[in-house]
């Protein structure tokens, strides 16, 4: 895992819009072109400093993994993601060690809620996010974790 920082947003970009396009691995609040993915990102890491965005990649470089986190108010942290290729089953533990670095991140802030929103296709998600103790409070499946 490395930070986002460390890649061209327009390659994570690039990894992620094939997912936004699918359904069954949307994440709510990105775009879908590459482009728009990108600018979107990059307009969140230079008007929120407190953001955080990982990277997960194999031993050449190439990105396996994205994960974000961004401020949608003072209170509420919204996740993005995680997006993972399924190579070699990978999907399930590179999102794992994803959440558990945000979490590890945002502990100290006890009054912080963690949302994240996807479309009910999206069947990775709803099984990885339930599992880890988030519950659905809005019909368009946004799901958040209970303390």
């Not at 890649?7 to 990894?15: E, G, L, N, T, Y």
């Not at 209170?75 to 670095?101: C, H, Q, V």
């Amino acid at each position: 895992m490395v930070n986002a920082h460390k890649h061209k947003m327009q390659d994570i970009a690039k990894f992620i819009s094939p997912f936004q396009s699918d359904n069954r691995s949307l994440v709510g609040n990105l775009g879908y072109s590459a482009t728009e993915i990108e600018n979107q990102l990059k307009e969140y890491m230079n008007k929120q400093p407190q953001s955080f965005f990982q990277v997960a990649q194999d031993h050449s470089g190439e990105i396996r993994g994205f994960f974000g986190v961004i401020f949608s108010d003072s209170n509420t942290l919204r996740m993005f993601g995680p997006y993972a290729t399924d190579i070699e089953n990978e999907w399930e533990k590179i999102s794992k060690t994803f959440f558990i670095k945000i979490l590890e991140k945002y502990q100290l802030w006890k009054d912080i809620k963690l949302r994240v929103a996807f479309t009910h296709k999206n069947k990775l998600l709803k099984r990885f996010y339930k599992a880890h103790g988030f519950v659905q409070y809005n019909a368009e499946r946004t799901l958040v974790l209970k303390r």
